[in-house]
Nanobody, 119 residues
């Protein structure tokens, strides 16, 4: 399984970006797919994810500004980010959670894409 992330860049505060994460390879028992981010000197945090049942979660600070969506036909997950703030500056990682045969959860990660928001 491979995750290919794209769409990061430099944008002014108030601007928008759309991140894409293309999933390739055969995978069963998907638990959730979504995005994490890690700012310099901080721990990686979950930004948004959607479970296999369609339930979505958003980090409080991005609610109302970020929208997670998926295109199953293209095996791609998108993160639309609007009204960006300097505090959103981080490396963004797409994440796929898969339930294994022993019922544990395995994480797959994309390579990370830099998002920089200038004030």
């Amino acid at each position: 399984v491979q995750l290919q992330a794209s769409g990061g860049g430099l944008v002014q505060a108030g601007g928008s970006l759309r991140l894409s994460c293309a999933v390739s390879g055969s995978v069963d028992n998907i638990n959730a797919v979504g995005w994490y981010r890690q700012a310099p000197g901080k721990q990686r945090e979950v930004v948004a994810h959607i479970t296999n049942s369609g339930k979505t979660y958003y980090l409080d600070s991005v609610k109302g500004r970020f929208t997670l969506s998926r295109d199953n036909a293209k095996s791609t997950v998108y993160l639309e980010m609007d009204n960006l703030r300097p505090a959103d500056t981080a490396v963004y990682y797409c994440n796929l959670k898969v339930v294994t045969a022993t019922s544990s959860v395995m994480d797959y990660w994309g390579q990370g894409t830099q998002v920089t928001v200038s004030s």
